[in-house]
């Protein structure tokens, strides 16, 4: 019994990060990108706030060197840099796709992982390569509309594109912790990240809205859009109406999963946290058909079963390569 709690919390974290983003997609009808992204990560700092208050009172911690206090601040300032364009990245694109394809394209950061790795010195293994052929497969028939007859063709929208670049800032990201953690306070770093992502949105909420009402910035259509972020932000309508969706994924997906899932995966065999965390992509298709009524071709269907086989299989050799499973996107 006891071996099966951490797979069960893992499993839980992972159809939280997944149906998370169903409530991404909810929240895009009352609030936009920019402020959606901010109000979550200010949420999630604020409860990863009160737990780290919590392991602190309730664990003895060895007194921070000046070296990790400085490695926590810096890393939890270039993460959230990292953290904060790839999620604004992926809620505009959610107002162009559905929440299953957003869930499958953003799983391809796992595979630009150990392909940015090799401009560091690391140099891919075969199967990468072999998996990101049939992952360029898999986008383009998750991309695709119609069906295998005439009627087949290639739609990259908006969407998918931005999507995709989200998934290659993720990686960045990951790479960032990967570089940080081990001479960091993890949950410390967590923080300062979301904390960080709250800050910057902010300020090109608000400083975009006074600098376009100060010089008649309006016209403009980035000015224009900032604007409208601030207008959305600052109506108690919108904000009792998105409140539900910010506070799923501020606080189940941003500081409970991230809880449960520093507590799961060291006690879970690596290859299995790995497989578990693939089913992210999973959930997310599945909640997006149940709760937005999301319809796919048999095409885009079977790309993102293939796709899902491909990050299985990568993951599972990359444990047994003994490389930890990167934290997950959502």
């Known amino acids: 019994m006891s071996k099966l709690i951490p797979v069960l919390l893992m499993l839980i974290t992972t159809f939280i990060w997944g149906s998370a ?3 991404q997609k909810w929240g895009m009808d009352s609030l936009g990108p920019l402020g959606f992204t901010l109000s979550r990560s200010l949420l999630g700092s604020v409860f990863l706030s009160f737990v780290l208050l919590i392991r602190n009172r309730i664990k003895e911690i060895a007194p921070s060197t000046p070296a990790k206090k ?13 953290l904060f364009l790839a999620s604004t990245l992926q809620q505009i694109g959610l107002c162009h796709t559905t929440p299953s394809v957003s869930g499958f394209l953003t799983t391809l950061y796992i595979l630009a992982v150990p392909i940015l790795q090799m401009f560091l010195g690391q140099k891919p293994r ?9 992952a360029i497969v898999a986008l383009f028939l998750i991309c695709s509309t119609g069906s295998a007859g005439t009627d087949f063709r290639l739609q990259f929208g908006r969407g998918e594109i931005l999507t995709i670049l ?6 960045f990201q990951i790479l960032s912790i990967d570089h940080f953690a081990p001479r960091s306070d993890v949950l410390a770093l967590n923080v300062i990240q979301l904390l960080t992502g709250a800050v910057i949105g902010a300020i090109l909420c608000f400083g975009g809205y006074f600098l376009s009402k100060i010089f008649g910035l309006s016209s403009y259509p980035v000015f224009s859009a900032l604007e409208n972020e601030v207008t959305l932000l600052a109506s108690p309508e919108n904000l009792k109406n998105a409140l539900g969706a910010v506070l799923y994924c501020g606080i189940l997906s941003s500081g409970i999963a991230y809880t449960l899932q520093s507590y799961a995966q060291c006690r879970c065999p690596a290859a299995l946290a790995a497989i578990l965390m693939s089913f992210e992509s999973v959930f997310a298709l599945t909640c997006g058909w149940l709760f937005c009524h999301d319809r796919m071709t048999r095409l885009q269907l079977l790309g993102c079963l293939l796709l899902f086989i491909v990050i299985v299989f990568t993951q599972v050799l990359d444990t047994r390569r003994n490389t930890p499973a990167p934290t997950t996107a959502a």
């Open 21 to 23: 983003f169903v409530a």
């Open 70 to 82: 400085r490695a926590t601040v810096l890393g939890g300032f270039v993460c959230g840099c990292c």
């Open 126 to 134: 075969l199967y990468i390569w072999i998996g990101s052929l049939f």
């Open 166 to 171: 989200c998934a290659l800032v993720f990686a």
